[in-house]
């Protein structure tokens, strides 16, 4: 019998009532009073998405800012309910679990976010920030709180004397690393990892990725790494998930998507990635503008961007399926291979 994956996504959508500033509220209210107002507006952020993470496996997501990459992250990590669909632990619908098991699921996953400094409340000293969700759901005693915390810092890189300051006090990379202590401290099993070095400099990026993959070999860890960074992704990802407008359209091992990308967009993403063989080539962004959530195109909403586009792909949604073992894919010309 084969074991369910540790993190499952069947169906996940996501919507958001569209958001206005003040001139635009003003304005809408008097549309009303003239009877011109239009249907409240809707953001599809994620749309009926299916993925599975096993155990032990780092699956990197990948697209363009506005796809839906880390509204997928919260909903793995509980921050918020999905508008439609399930979230699996083990199998289990986390919605439907009794609270307790609720509770322990939870724990087990865990997020680490892009900008480190917003992520930390700046009242609290590093102990109370690492310290507090063990304290709270009881991982460990009072007696044993401060060797606890100072093994956490310790395991993240940092020096545990520096207990007693405030985020403030330290650098971004610092920063980052009570981040991945405090997620650790309650001893998860997945982490979802959201653009965790694209807010710091280039020097301390490669130091972060280290510790990430030291942490998966001592400790087991599942991780899915969001990134916009293709060679991030290339370097530490089993298997790479691309994500277009809402929708994963491809999904195959790190490998084979950087040798033979399927999906004309992954296509088009790694066609921009400067290579050391292509140094003489141009380098321009995937053609046109990433369309609005508000009003995604019909069919394929990679579409209107795409240069092998058929009037089925105006029409109809390409299904994400098996093109080879291992490998998923959402694109219509893959009936005509």
């Known amino acids: 019998m084969t074991a369910a994956p540790l993190i499952e996504l069947r169906g996940v959508s996501k919507q958001f009532g569209a958001t206005y500033d003040a001139a635009a509220q003003i304005g809408r209210a008097v549309s009303r009073r003239l009877?011109?107002?239009?249907?409240?507006?809707?953001?599809?952020?994620?749309?009926?998405?299916?993925?599975?993470?096993?155990?032990?496996?780092?699956?990197?997501?990948?697209?363009?800012?506005?796809?839906?990459?880390?509204?997928?992250?919260?909903?793995?990590?509980?921050?918020?309910?999905?508008?439609?669909?399930?979230?699996r632990f083990k199998g289990d619908d986390?919605?439907?679990?009794?609270?307790?098991?609720?509770?322990?699921?939870?724990?087990?996953?865990?997020?680490?976010?892009?900008?480190p400094y917003a992520s930390l409340n700046p009242r609290l000293r590093v102990e109370d920030i690492v310290g507090e969700a063990p304290l709270v759901h009881r991982l460990v005693k009072p007696a044993d709180f401060d060797a606890y915390v100072d093994a956490q810092l310790r395991r993240a890189g940092l020096d545990p004397a520096w207990c007693r300051r405030y985020p403030h006090q330290f650098s971004g990379g610092q920063r980052q690393r009570i981040g991945i202590a405090r997620a650790l401290a309650v001893n998860p099993a997945f982490i979802v990892a959201d653009e965790p070095i694209s807010a710091l400099d280039v020097s301390i990026q490669a130091q972060i990725l280290n510790l990430f993959m030291d942490l998966r070999r001592d400790l087991d860890l599942t991780y899915l790494f969001i990134s916009h960074d293709l060679g991030v992704v290339e370097h530490l990802s089993d298997r790479v998930l691309i994500m277009y407008l809402g929708r994963i359209v491809e999904s195959a091992p790190a490998e084979e998507v950087f040798a033979r990308p399927n999906h004309p967009y992954t296509q088009a993403l790694l066609a921009e990635v400067p290579r050391i063989e292509a140094r003489r080539r141009r380098f321009t962004a995937v053609r046109g503008e990433i369309p609005s959530p508000l009003a995604p195109p019909t069919g394929c909403h990679f579409h209107p961007r795409c240069?092998?586009?058929?009037?089925?792909?105006?029409?109809?949604?390409p299904a994400l399926r098996e093109i080879a073992p291992g490998r998923s894919s959402a694109c219509h010309l893959n009936d005509h291979a």
């Open 307 to 317: 240069p092998h586009a058929m009037p089925r792909c105006r029409e109809q949604v």
């Open 94 to 115: 986390i919605a439907t679990l009794p609270p307790d098991r609720a509770r322990e699921a939870k724990l087990k996953v865990q997020m680490i976010f892009q900008d």
């Open 35 to 87: 009877g011109l107002a239009r249907k409240n507006e809707i953001v599809r952020a994620v749309d009926q998405v299916d993925l599975a993470v096993a155990r032990g496996e780092v699956v990197g997501l990948v697209g363009e800012s506005g796809c839906g990459k880390s509204t997928i992250g919260r909903m793995i990590a509980g921050i918020m309910p999905p508008s439609a669909g399930t979230v």
